[in-house]
């Protein structure tokens, strides 16, 4: 599998270090709020990265951190009158709602900041030991020029580098560009713990390096996240964990693209974002789950309302193909794969190649969708006049394979049909039977209008739920 590498800015080949385990570490939320579409790419593209790598056979160890401890947390308490602890604590709950939404699979650990805290006091200190940081009042600086490959993921120049977000400029610090690792408690409504430079709480990059040291060690294979956590976020991450550990940290690193509305980045600061649970209003998870790799994941992708409903009309025509298979294999044919059947059985291998080879090149998704729909072509050519229980069964299994790998196809309908329905569909049957076309029609019409749409086949009459 090829991958492009930030570091390196060029696709390398993907080696793991321990060939029985792969170590991924992706950035996770910040939980004062629902999660927006922006936050949603990542959690959704490394999911399906994770999901392929385990299916290619490789065992994966996937941890996604909870910031449980932030200034917008503690800013959200104050505002709801309650405190960050149950402020956090809501927003993880609505996190895994949306999330399973959207077919995202939890991952092998959910660090805590706040359960991490005794691992990152002692990050904290090894760093003031080594000359890395300092403390001045109770909050601990790191010392970034003292990091000589400052700026080698982000590919800047310490010399040109201004502070960016989340990098507070006070006049404690030693330099403009020290980053804190520590903040001292500076109102007694915060939530702090005790330190040795008195009660205070972390700053926010050292979280990730002491909880994916932690969970997964000193060096892993692949650190992900948003393209904004670039700079500042991932290059802080980078001169804390190779000065505490001294060795590198992670050995390839993967961003995803920004989302934009109107062709401007979806931020919270801006203000022009809709959160998963605003757009779950209006369309399925799945939906936006294929919405978010229909495009390849380091390209930005624009949301409109167009582009969504795009969407659910792709997979609607993956689930319509599912739907046909499953109708085929409990009305087809029990004589067996016709020739042409059997032909058309063989080629499948050639569409999974295609889909593989697709997701091998830095995780194509957009190119791994378009092989699914071209193997639905194929599919829907060979039964466009009925179909064998066996064909019916194979082509489902190849589609099942595939579209799992997506997380596509996962969530499965309710196709009971309530006794009012059934008795409507067998009168309509009647109907037909005996010519009366106009009763048959306005059942059909009764039908429609109760969200059911009847498809007559050769093996019979196939109840399709809207």
């Not at 609505?94 to 995202?104: C, G, P, R, T, W």
């Not at 589609?399 to 049909?417: F, H, K, P, V, Y």
């Amino acid at each position: 599998m090829k991958i492009y590498n930030t570091l390196t800015r060029r696709k390398e080949e993907f080696v793991p270090i321990d060939k029985n385990e792969i170590k991924i570490y992706v950035c996770g939320p910040t939980v004062y709020n629902y999660f927006h579409l922006g936050n949603a790419r990542p959690f959704v593209v490394f999911d399906t990265l994770r999901k392929y790598l385990e299916y290619r056979g490789n065992k994966v160890n996937f941890v996604q951190n909870f910031t449980d401890v932030d200034d917008k947390i503690i800013n959200k308490a104050r505002e709801e009158g309650s405190n960050a602890g149950e402020v956090s604590e809501k927003y993880i709950e609505e996190y895994f709602k949306d999330a399973a939404a959207l077919n995202v699979k939890k991952a092998s650990v959910h660090p805590k900041v706040t359960e991490t805290m005794n691992d990152i006091i002692a990050f904290v200190k090894d760093l003031i030991e080594k000359g890395y940081a300092y403390e001045v009042d109770g909050d601990v600086y790191y010392s970034t020029r003292k990091f000589k490959e400052y700026g080698k993921l982000s590919k800047q120049n310490i010399e040109d580098l201004e502070s960016g977000a989340r990098i507070e400029i006070g006049d404690k610090k030693q330099d403009p560009l020290d980053f804190a690792l520590w903040k001292a408690r500076k109102t007694e409504d915060e939530i702090a713990w005790d330190s040795p430079w008195g009660m205070g709480r972390p700053g926010w990059h050292i979280e990730c390096s002491a909880m994916s040291k932690k969970f997964l060690g000193e060096t892993i294979d692949i650190h992900a996240g948003g393209q904004d956590l670039t700079f500042p976020h991932h290059e802080n991450e980078i001169a804390q964990s190779e000065a505490h550990n001294g060795r590198a940290f992670a050995n390839y690193w993967m961003h995803n693209g920004y989302i934009t509305i109107d062709n401007e980045k979806m931020s919270k600061s801006k203000g022009n974002f809709f959160t998963v649970r605003d757009i779950l209003a209006d369309y399925s998870g799945e939906v936006i789950r294929f919405f978010l790799l229909s495009g390849h994941y380091r390209n930005p992708i624009n949301f409109s309302d167009t582009l969504m409903e795009q969407a659910k009309n792709g997979l609607a025509r993956m689930q319509n193909a599912k739907a046909n298979l499953k109708h085929l294999m409990e009305a087809g044919s029990d004589s067996g794969m016709t020739a042409i059947e059997e032909k058309s059985a063989e080629n499948f291998r050639n569409y999974k190649q295609a889909f593989i080879d697709a997701m091998e090149d830095d995780l194509n998704t957009a190119d791994a969708i378009t092989a699914v729909f071209e193997l639905i072509t194929a599919i829907n050519t060979t039964v466009k006049d009925g179909a064998s229980k066996e064909f019916a069964k194979k082509a489902a299994d190849i589609l099942d394979e595939l579209t799992n790998i997506l997380g596509l196809l996962q969530q499965e309908e309710d196709d009971s049909i309530d006794s009012e329905i059934q008795a409507l569909v067998e009168e309509r049957q009647e109907a037909r039977k005996n010519k009366n076309f106009a009763r048959a029609d306005e059942i059909r019409d009764i039908l429609k209008a109760k969200g059911i749409v009847l498809k007559d086949t050769p093996q019979g009459v196939q109840i399709i739920k809207e």
